[in-house]
């Protein structure tokens, strides 16, 4: 068993005996190889998480036939589930204003394949960044955001994702809120990384906020974007201490440090299937 390619299945579904008896025994039957395997039952909800990764080369089928063949399991037990190849690259387009920290630090994080994955294109409703994606050789689209003409930008942001065949978006510090249309067309594909620890200080200027309100720790939120303003299920936060000294030019410079440290982190759990959305939360398999 030499070869590394996987296939990732993650599955929920109401909880009861005999899932996990299924799956692994379904695996088994077919010589399948289990590298990694995480299991998590909510009590309150009633609910069965889980996420197996198995040796591609370990089953004697491709993944079409895999699904052909787990299908009555899924259907069994009332699954919401997918599976994925790490043979194929995620495709993350990237949404951009005029901060540059968290585009800086994921083609960075690109390039030096930390993040194994394919840049399809950088979307901005600013210029700023043409010339700093172009000689990255990854392709720039300027679309302009204004009260009069929302409803047509979103429109071709979802045209050119679409047309990048894209699998996940990231808005890295994009400073517009999405139509609730582009919202729902994308469900659990729109990844924000959030300057505060949510639900705290939403909206604009939070480390001045933070500094009014003498606070001790910032932070900052990774999660998927709904209709809902900041209110999306979180991915992953993280926490900085601050003191009475600290000003807010330093708030906002500890700030971009955690928010570059956390969309990356809430971002690979993402791309590697390990973030199952269950209502307003998420199981998180790290």
Not at 41 to 63: G, H, K
């Amino acid at each position: 068993m030499s070869s590394s390619r996987r296939y990732t299945l993650t599955l929920s579904c109401p909880d009861q005996v005999g899932i996990v008896a299924a799956v692994s025994g379904f695996i088994a039957e077919h010589h399948g190889w289990i590298t990694e395997a995480n299991h998590h039952a909510d009590a309150a909800a009633r609910q069965f998480f889980m996420r197996q990764e198995i040796l591609a080369d370990s089953l004697p089928f491709d993944l079409e036939a895999f699904k052909n063949q787990f299908a009555p399991i899924a259907e069994r037990f009332s699954m919401r589930w997918q599976i994925s190849d790490s043979a194929r690259k995620k495709r993350v387009v990237i949404l951009v204003s005029k901060q540059e920290h968290c585009l800086y630090d994921l083609l960075s994080r690109w390039q030096s394949k930390d993040l194994d994955i394919d840049i399809p294109c950088i979307i901005s409703n600013h210029e700023t960044f043409r010339g700093f994606s172009e000689w990255h050789r990854i392709p720039f689209h300027h679309v302009p955001v204004t009260p009069e003409t929302k409803s047509a930008a979103y429109a071709e942001v979802a045209r050119l994702f679409d047309a990048a065949e894209g699998d996940v978006m990231v808005l890295a510090r994009y400073m517009q809120v999405l139509s609730p249309e582009l919202c729902t067309r994308y469900p659990g594909r729109i990844i924000n990384i959030h300057h505060s620890f949510l639900p705290s200080f939403v909206g604009a200027r939070p480390y001045h906020q933070a500094f009014e309100r003498g606070v001790k720790l910032i932070g900052a939120t990774c999660h998927y974007v709904t209709s809902e303003l900041d209110q999306g299920p979180i991915i992953e936060q993280d926490v900085i201490r601050v003191d009475h000294s600290d000003q807010p030019d330093d708030l906002v410079r500890y700030g971009k440090d955690i928010e570059k440290a956390v969309l990356a982190r809430g971002l690979r759990y993402h791309l590697e299937d390990r973030v199952l959305a269950h209502g307003n939360k998420t199981v998180v398999f790290r």
